[in-house]
């Protein structure tokens, strides 16, 4: 049915494409979507791919129509910005959700990008240093991909079958996002360091370093009480008629 065209749009990355190489296309900044169909709505409600935490990368890999972008390779923030998207093409651009128990919304479409401090980054580069303000030890980090954030998942799950007791979601996600400790890359040397070496309070300072730095949108919102909140992203995001 060739008479059939689906509109699409452009989304900006927040990153601006600055952290992917030159020959991804994802360095261009721009992402083209279409508009979601019932397909994707099989997609949303398919038992297996929810179960197994893949839902979502399915949606997107089925709604982004950029020619050879891969979501997985996506950092989180540009993730964030495109699953904006996506509810927007799919669902509408005003998200109702509960405040301390009474009714609120929201206009997604008002919802812009964090202003980004460009000389941070070195174009077609994903890593970044800083010093930890109370050891001294100068690191250096990435922005986590989906990839990364498999990887993760899948570390995080084998060691809590080991002990269920076990809390490691921190320091792994740690182990992943550093990428150099006083100029030693050694994987060996880096998951010591998390594990023995790195401070509660150099770990607060490097999570928040990342929070106010990264490319990523703006959550916050002001709502017609005048209070401002961070638009909680729950189940009646993609689900709607839940």
């Known amino acids: 049915m060739s008479e059939f065209k689906l509109p699409t749009e452009q989304v900006e990355l927040p990153s601006k494409g600055l952290v992917y190489p030159e020959t991804n296309p994802l360095s261009s900044g721009i992402v083209e979507m279409k508009y979601m169909t019932a397909k994707e709505e099989d997609i949303l409600t398919n038992q297996n791919y929810i179960n197994k935490g893949t839902v979502l990368d399915k949606l ?71 010093t930890l303000p109370k050891s001294g030890n100068v690191i250096k980090y990435k922005l986590l991909t989906g990839h990364d954030e498999d990887k993760i998942n899948r570390e995080i799950d084998g060691l809590k079958k080991i002990n269920k007791n076990a809390s490691p979601d921190l320091s792994t996600r740690l182990k992943y996002l550093i990428t150099s400790i006083n100029g030693n890359s050694e994987s060996k040397f880096i998951r010591e360091f998390v594990d023995n070496y790195l401070l509660a309070m150099d770990s607060r300072a490097l999570r928040e370093h990342i929070r106010n730095t990264q490319p990523d949108i703006d959550m916050n919102v002001t709502l017609d009480s005048g209070e401002e909140v961070a638009v909680p992203i729950n189940i009646n995001f993609f689900w709607p008629d839940y």
Not at 72 to 100: C, M, Q, S, W
């Open 60 to 130: 997107l890999e089925s709604l982004v129509v950029s020619e050879g972008v891969k979501v997985k390779d996506l950092v989180v923030g540009d993730k964030n910005a495109i699953l904006i998207a996506a509810r927007i093409l799919g669902y509408g651009k005003d998200y109702e959700f509960e405040y301390k128990g009474e009714p609120a919304s929201v206009d997604l479409s008002t919802l812009e990008p964090k202003i980004l401090d460009e000389s941070l980054f070195t174009p077609g580069t994903n890593e970044f240093e800083f």
